[in-house]
């Protein structure tokens, strides 16, 4: 059965929220890009691009364009996979939550990044255990020596680890941009109101062609 919420439903949850929002003076500032930005593609994996729980290949296809841009530009790309060992069941707190999760075991068709936006050479491949992009894994760290202070978010889901990962890395100080058209969610309607929560707090939320061109002008 298809649970996609109506045009009307979503559009009135969001007009609530803004309602709510703008009565405590919380606004959509648009922050921009900084010095050097890099290219976050967040769990775009087999499991859920073309597995089991899957979300489709729009996403995966506008962040194929979006990384042909962003390496013209000698931009960073960092990916990051779930992926766990045998003996995480049971360990891992996440995994008792969310017991599917251990579909994505290290060395299985699961964690392999989607064919369509695969790995260049230099691009950095980041295994996770958690949510976020940034727990536990150095990548704040690698961001510093890269001098990067900005990422464009690709990824899945729009709810889960892409909120996870934007939402840590506005508090480590790197600025957020998340492009619409590269994240995807198993809910229409906790996509749309993530997309708007996050624009509203955390990131910029912009379109493909914002971030195109952005990385056109890079020299």
């Known amino acids: ?4 919420p109506t045009p009307t439903s979503t559009d009135a949850a969001i007009a609530e929220i803004r309602r ?3 009565g405590q003076s919380i606004h959509s500032i648009k922050l921009g890009f900084g010095r050097r930005a890099g290219v976050l593609v967040v769990d775009f994996q087999h499991l859920y691009t073309r597995g089991r729980a899957s979300t489709g290949l729009a996403a995966v296809e506008a962040t ?3 990384l042909a841009a962003a390496r013209q ?3 960073p790309v960092y990916y990051t996979v779930v992926a766990y060992d045998p003996d995480d069941k049971g360990r891992v707190l ?5 017991p599917g999760l251990l579909d994505n075991m290290r060395g299985s068709q699961a964690i ?3 064919p369509l936006i695969a790995p260049a050479a230099g691009d950095l491949v980041i295994e996770k255990k958690a949510a ?5 894994t150095g990548l704040k760290e690698r961001l510093a020596e890269d001098g990067v202070d900005t990422l464009v978010v690709c990824g899945t889901s729009t709810s889960g680890c892409v909120r996870a990962s934007v939402v840590e890395g506005m508090g480590h100080g790197v600025r957020m941009v998340v492009v619409r058209e590269c994240v995807t969610d198993r809910s229409a309607l906790l996509h749309e109101l993530t997309l708007f929560d996050l624009g509203s707090k955390y990131a910029d939320v912009v379109g493909l062609d914002e971030v195109l061109a952005h990385f056109a002008k890079v020299e």
């Not at 059965?1 to 996609?4: G, I, R």
């Not at 976020?132 to 536990?136: I, L, P, T, V």
């Open 1 to 4: 059965m298809d649970q996609s």
């Open 20 to 22: 709510i929002y703008s």
């Open 64 to 66: 194929a364009r979006l």
């Open 73 to 75: 530009a000698r931009a």
């Open 94 to 98: 996440w995994t008792q939550k969310l």
């Open 112 to 114: 392999a990044v989607d």
């Open 132 to 136: 976020s992009a940034f727990f536990g």
